[in-house]
């Protein structure tokens, strides 16, 4: 896909989303069910069913997945296809692109070892390795428009409003 390709498909819903911005406003919904006889949750993706476990350092056997994996997953998802779409808006070409992160956890946390420790990431790392000919400035800018425009990476920098809820069903 080319710039003008991109921009063509996004018209039409820049337009009509700023004609009517309720209509940019959508609900993304995730479910999954408890497994009763694992300590694991099966997830529908949409695509197939992930079924999720516990990480071996919290006494997983690793043959499912671990959600905090899933996290960094879907951040590198969103940031690869973010980088790729900016890339491609502003005609900045890319030989190749890959895009990693990498998080720190304590499972002292986790485990209820150690009531100081965090539960959840402390740091998290996201490295863009990209091979172009591009000037260093437009490399800038698409690093800058990448960052402010990842859905992931932008939740998690600014932690939206959560409400939990328990049902009886």
């Not at 476990?53 to 940031?79: I, R």
């Not at 808006?89 to 946390?109: H, M, N, Q, T, W």
């Amino acid at each position: 896909m080319d710039a003008n390709s991109l921009r063509a498909l996004q018209a039409p819903l820049k337009a009509r989303y700023a004609a009517h911005p309720s209509d940019a406003r959508i609900t993304l919904r995730a479910t999954g069910s408890v497994e009763d006889r694992n300590i694991s949750c099966k997830v529908e993706t949409g695509r197939a069913l992930a079924v999720a476990g516990l990480h071996p350092a919290t006494g997983g056997t690793g043959l499912e997945l671990c959600s905090g994996d899933m996290l960094l997953e879907a951040l590198v998802a969103c940031a690869g296809v973010t980088l790729k779409a900016v890339a491609t808006a502003l005609e900045i070409p890319l030989e190749a692109a890959k895009v990693s992160a990498e998080g720190d956890l304590d499972f002292r946390g986790t485990l209820g070892v150690d009531k100081a420790a965090r539960v959840g990431f402390a740091a998290i790392r996201l490295t863009f390795d990209i091979r172009s000919d591009a000037p260093q400035d437009k490399l800038d800018t698409l690093l800058r428009l990448t960052e402010r425009y990842c859905v992931v990476l932008q939740t998690l920098s600014s932690s939206p409003d959560l409400d939990v809820t328990l049902k009886r069903t």
